[in-house]
């Protein structure tokens, strides 16, 4: 009834006037006849998205005459114009400077999350929100695999489909990532609020999940997090052996690799860190 009403009430626009609907969703089917004729169009997320000069001149009228540091902040919003006046706000310091964002900058961001988001769905939601949150970027078998539950796709599909900061790439697997603050704010209440167990249950099946579809980095990252110094250490030579394989099957040995087939990992400085750690052991 309701899209019913709406589709009737466009219809009835004098022309030359102009109706703007704001909506987490897509137009109902209820408007196909007027989106076909051309009556009504839409604007996605591609083209509300602010552009880095959009951002700096959004930047500049609060204040912040710092191109440096308007473009972190442009960088870390990723053109979310709310993000991006909360950022600014969140960044200026006493004495009336602005500051690249950091943790305090982001203070506002995040309340924003918690009101609007997490603190408005279910606990089921808000769990599987955060589960989810130490993995850059999921499949659905993903997201079913960290949280063990068969609706973890459907949410992920609710949040893209309502533009919860969620995005969804195509490809022969489709894969979901959330916006870079949004995730962050994820995995910092995850932190805070999951007892300790199942924190640690979740860092390390992220991190097998993130090792087994090829980003050892960031599954090196969560094994060191959840202190699993031994798992961790074990990923370091598999990555070295390959590493190694990798370079005996190109131009020569390794030492004569060029820097792309190097490892990104920092292997000195990685397995000195872990031997500390592991020395530290009872």
């Known amino acids: 009834m309701f899209h019913d009403v709406i589709a009737g009430a466009l219809s009835e626009i004098p022309q030359f006037f102009n109706v703007v609907v704001i909506s987490r969703t897509t137009p109902s089917p209820k408007l196909a006849r007027l989106r076909a004729n051309r009556t009504i169009g839409t604007l996605g997320w591609d083209q509300l998205k602010l552009r880095l000069e959009e ?59 918690a009101g609007e988001i997490l603190d408005r769905a279910s606990a089921q939601h808000s769990e599987l929100l955060m589960y989810t949150a130490f993995l850059p970027r999921m499949t659905v078998p993903m997201a079913v695999a960290v949280t063990g539950r068969e609706s973890a796709g459907e949410l992920l599909h609710h949040c893209y489909k309502r533009h919860l900061f ?27 609020t999951l007892d300790s167990c199942e924190l640690h249950r979740i860092l390390i099946r992220s991190a097998a999940l993130l090792e087994a579809s090829g980003h050892p980095d960031a599954a090196f990252a969560l094994y060191c997090e959840a ?44 397995n000195a860190f872990l031997a500390s750690k592991m020395s530290l052991r009872p």
């Open 55 to 113: 951002s700096l001149s959004m930047a500049r009228a609060a204040g912040n005459h710092d191109e440096a540091a308007a473009t972190a902040l442009h960088r870390v919003s990723d053109g979310w114009a709310a993000g991006l006046v909360l950022l600014l706000e969140g960044s200026e310091s006493g004495s009336g400077e602005f500051l690249p964002p950091d943790t305090t900058s982001r203070e506002k961001v995040f309340d924003y999350f």
């Open 166 to 192: 969620t995005n969804r790439r195509g490809g022969e697997d489709e894969t979901y990532e959330y916006h870079a603050l949004f995730r962050e704010f994820l995995c910092r209440r995850a932190r805070k």
């Open 227 to 270: 202190t699993d110094w031994a798992t961790a250490c074990a990923l370091l030579r598999r990555e070295a052996l390959r590493k190694n394989r990798a370079c005996r099957r190109g131009n020569g040995p390794p030492r004569v690799a060029s820097h792309r087939r190097r490892s990104r990992f920092g292997f000195s400085r990685a």
